[in-house]
Nanobody, 122 residues
Framework: QKHLAESGGGLVQPGGSLRLSCAAS????????IAWFRQAPGKAREGLSC????????YYSDSVKGRFTISRDNAKNTVYLQMNSLKPEDTAVYYC???????????????WGQGTQVTVSS
């Protein structure tokens, strides 16, 4: 069974930083594309970043480009999202998701983590 588990969320002040982790089990991340999404109350789910299955090429939405960085550690079977310069509008539940390719993980991921809450507030 394929599982993803997010961790690292919490409460942070505006301008602060958090690093989210997405740990995979039951499969190897080297064979999957992984994406980060978020959803705030009353808003649609938003794609933030993704990384391919064969290399570390990364892609970002305009809302987070320059502030967030996605990376993967194949030895730990984990993908990270480093979030800097956080704003109150970044408050949301953050999810990682996976699928076989970048195109499919962006459009309709096959499997999701449970989510981790990020709250940015003074």
């Amino acid at each position: 069974q394929k599982h993803l588990a997010e961790s690292g969320g919490g409460l942070v002040q505006p301008g602060g930083s958090l690093r989210l982790s997405c740990a995979a089990s039951g499969f190897s991340l080297v064979n999957s594309a992984i994406a980060w999404f978020r959803q705030a109350p009353g808003k649609a789910r938003e794609g933030l970043s993704c990384v391919g299955s064969t290399d570390n090429h990364a892609y970002y939405s305009d809302s987070v480009k320059g502030r967030f960085t996605i990376s993967r550690d194949n030895a730990k079977n984990t993908v990270y999202l480093q979030m800097n310069s956080l704003k109150p509008e970044d408050t949301a539940v953050y999810y990682c998701a996976g699928d076989s390719s970048l195109s499919t993980v962006v459009r309709g991921p096959g499997y999701w983590g449970q989510g981790t809450q990020v709250t940015v507030s003074s």
